[in-house]
Structure formats: C-alpha cells, structure tokens
C-alpha cells in the first residue's frame, strides 16, 4: 500500500524560529509536493520536486525553501517563521502515466508559529 | 493555466438524498481528474479519478463522476447519501506536461440524519 508519512504531526513554533516539516514516501514516486491548506483556500502548492536533487517553486513559495535529498524524502524549510505561516501542511506523492496517475497524501502537519 | 472551480462551498442534503457535487475545469487539453475526500483531521484520500476512456468513472463507497469534455466539467454523484459521507471533496486536475496538481477550494458536504 502507498505510503506517505509526516513528521511532526503538530508543531508549536515561535516567531522569527526555523521549522522543519518532514515527509517520507515508500512509493518509489518521482514527484513530491508540499501543500498548505487554509479556511478558503482550499490546498495551495508551495513546491515540489521530479526527483531527487531537484525542487521546484509552486504557486506560494516565498517564506519557504524545500530540500529533495533522496527518493524518499522531502523537506519543507522554514527559515524564519511567521504567524502568517500558521496553517495545514500536507505532502503528497505521485507519478503520471496510465495506471499511475495518483497522488498519495500524508496525514498532515499542524503548525501554530505564536 | 490551468484552474478548477468548485462553486459549492457547502452542501447539505438528508440522508438517502442523492447527491451531485459541481466541478469545472479549464485547460486547454485532456487532463487528469480527480475527486478526493478529507474527513476531518485526516489527509485526502482517492475517490476517483479520470484521464481517458468511459466519461462515468466509478469510485469507492457508491461515488461516480462524469467528465464533459463540452462542458469542462467533472461532476460528482452518489445516488443515496449516508451520514458518514459528510467531509470535504475536493476537485483536483493535473495537467500532464506539467506533473503540476491544482486544486479546487473544495466543497464542504453535511449529511443531515
């Protein structure tokens, strides 16, 4: 079964602090994505990767950076902090093509930055 | 670009209604489609998903949509709805080129008993 896997799963941070969301995928997936979620945003990409060594900006990347070190693993880096960033963080996996055409989400980061 | 547009921010049906949850896309070729479902505190899960073939897909749990090329729509449906349905179904098109992923605002279901 495809897996997706979220580290932590809430996070309280302080203002002006590095964050660090993790995300783990046993999929063998190329891509990945990092994702915020808002009250009438619905999900926004903030970036994503084709595979290891590469990151792509999304649609909001300001205020984040991501890092793709291998396969498997997925970062999304926030180096300062702010209040505005507290949100709904999902990551997911995919691939395209045929069968494959499906992303997996991972359960979700909770963060409060205060 | 590529967009979705969910123009139901919420839904409330009675249990054993039928349901059908409104998407339309715009994109210039054939993309993928995609319903998910989020039940609270949960990440999405798949219900569906579209890129070619029969336009009725079927889903889990009794969901089905139908793509309209004509239309640009990709409609949800599920003939008799349960409490345990209520959650938040989101639209989702990728555009294949791109391995990007957009997604609608989402449309919040209560299903009342």
């Known amino acids: 079964e495809a897996a997706v896997t979220q580290s932590p799963r809430n996070k309280v941070a302080v203002t002006g602090g590095k964050v660090t969301l993790s995300c783990n995928q046993t999929n063998n997936h190329n891509n990945m994505y990092w994702y915020r979620q808002d009250t009438g945003h619905g999900l926004r990409l903030i970036h994503y990767?084709?595979?290891?060594?590469?990151?792509e900006k999304g649609d909001i990347p300001d205020g984040y950076k991501a890092s793709r070190p291998s396969q498997e693993n997925f970062s999304l880096i926030l180096e300062l902090a702010t209040p505005s960033q507290t949100s709904v963080y999902f990551c997911a996996s995919g691939d395209w093509g045929g069968a494959q055409n499906t992303l997996y989400f991972g359960a979700g980061t909770r963060l409060s930055v205060l | 670009a590529q967009s979705v547009t969910q123009p139901d921010a919420r839904v409330t049906v009675s249990e054993g209604a039928s349901l059908q949850l409104r998407c339309k896309y715009s994109y210039s070729g054939t993309p993928y489609l995609f319903w998910y479902v989020q039940y609270p505190r949960q990440g999405l899960q798949l219900l569906l998903k579209?890129?070619?073939?029969?336009?009725v897909v079927q889903g889990v749990n009794g969901f089905e949509a139908e793509f309209s090329k004509s239309n640009s729509s990709f409609h949800l449906r599920k003939a008799s709805v349960h409490w345990s349905d209520s959650a938040v179904y989101f639209c989702?098109?990728?555009?294949?080129?791109?391995?990007?992923?957009?997604f609608g605002t989402g449309t919040r279901l209560q299903v009342l008993p």
């Open positions: 990767s084709y595979g290891a060594g590469s990151t």
């Open positions: 989702v098109l990728s555009a294949p080129n791109t391995n990007k992923v957009v």
């Open positions: 579209y890129y070619s073939g029969d336009p």
